[in-house]
């Protein structure tokens, strides 16, 4: 079982940052693949980034290439997202998740965080 928590989401100006973590427990947090996705007000979950086991493999949405980072603490079981030059449209709950098949890229994410959101006014 793993359980993933998010943490660092508020409301930001246009132009703005903020840097997500999400924090897992279980002793194999270095051999899952992870990832972000983020849900805005009536639309469909979409994939954001997502981070090989090791960090040496990354990929991107492109709506967020060149202004959102993603990385990974194995020692504090903790991935990051950082969120810089921030729109309104990036405006979404932001979530966590594991992939713990150990293959890249992720097939599919069996574990989930609660989300955390992310408000970025004009």
């Known amino acids: 079982q793993v359980q993933l928590v998010e943490s660092g989401g508020g409301l930001v100006q246009a132009g703005g940052s903020l840097r997500l973590s999400c924090a897992a427990s279980g002793r194999t947090f270095s051999s899952y693949a992870m990832g972000w996705f983020r849900q805005a007000p009536g639309k469909e979950r979409k994939f954001v980034a997502a981070?090989?086991?090791?960090?040496?493999?990354?990929y991107y949405a492109d709506s967020v290439k060149g202004r959102f980072t993603i990385s990974r603490d194995n020692a504090k079981n903790t991935v990051y997202l950082q969120m810089n030059s921030l729109k309104p449209e990036d405006t979404a709950v932001y979530y966590c998740?594991?992939?713990?098949?150990?293959?890249?890229?992720?097939?599919?994410?069996?574990?989930w965080g609660q989300g955390t959101q992310v408000t970025v006014s004009s």
């Open positions: 981070i090989s086991w090791s960090g040496g493999s990354i």
């Open positions: 998740a594991a992939d713990i098949s150990g293959t890249w890229p992720p097939f599919q994410y069996d574990y």
